[in-house]
């Protein structure tokens, strides 16, 4: 028997410890809209007391899956960085579907595949369709788990209202692919999913909806992406 105690590889199972519960999952996907949550809200997504909640968010936060702001007496929790967003979302795709036991769960569902935010960048369908759109434009190229940019591409990016060269400065990848557990396809991540996303926010063509990481397309939005990105909505 192999002792981990001594093996020079790191300790993954001390990390699938912390995937592994039920509630600390349930949290961790919550998170997964990129947005600030409080242990309350937390708690209530996840079906469990507040108390409960902090407790796991503390284990969470020990094991660097969630970082933590405080802001006068309360403290906001979000993952800690674009790399556990991933593996979240990687789980997702291997993970058994849930069982629908109402209507209002079936409708959700059907929201999330549509149209989602994954972390900091646009998922479900739409995301997928964005990016299938770039690639046959000649935008995009993929070369292995990355997306590049091409010449087309900059020129696109930049006429569509893209400040391009802000967004190579910031400390991350350009445009890596994301495998979308929902389409078993790739979208677009990295610096450019997330400015092209927020600039659709900005555009007012998606909006967020309560409660849960779906995104709602807009009338505008839809005559946007039809214009830009040939996707009918």
């Given at each position: ?12 199972a ?15 996907t919550?998170l ?23 407790f ?35 789980f997702l ?8 036991k ?16 994954c ?39 930049i ?28 979208h677009l ?7 092209l ?37």
């Open positions: 028997m192999v002792d981990m105690s001594i093996s020079p590889n790191p300790n993954i001390e990390i699938a410890a912390l995937f592994g519960e039920t509630s600390r999952a349930a949290i961790l919550s997964l809209d990129g947005r600030l949550h409080t242990a309350s809200d937390l708690a209530y997504r996840a079906g469990i007391t507040p108390q409960t909640a902090s796991h968010l503390g284990k969470l936060a020990e094991g660097g899956l969630v970082s933590v702001e405080k802001h006068g007496r309360h403290r906001y929790y979000q993952l800690a960085n674009g790399e556990v967003a991933s593996l979240l979302e990687s795709v291997i993970s058994p579907q849930p069982e629908v109402s209507l209002k769960q079936s409708a959700q569902m059907v929201m999330l595949q549509k149209a989602r935010t972390y900091d960048h646009l998922a479900g369908k739409l995301g997928v369709g964005i990016t299938d759109s770039m690639l046959d434009s000649g935008y995009l190229k993929k070369d292995g788990k990355e997306f590049v940019l091409t010449e087309a591409g900059v020129q696109f990016v006429n569509f209202g893209l400040d391009l060269e802000s967004i190579k400065k910031k400390r991350r990848s350009l445009s890596h692919a994301c495998l979308d557990w929902s389409e078993r396809s790739y991540a990295g610096a450019l999913g997330n400015q996303m927020q600039h659709f926010f900005d555009l007012g063509w998606i909006t967020p909806l309560p409660g849960i990481r779906a995104v709602k397309v807009t009338d505008q939005g839809k005559a946007g992406f039809k214009q830009y990105f040939n996707i009918s909505l």
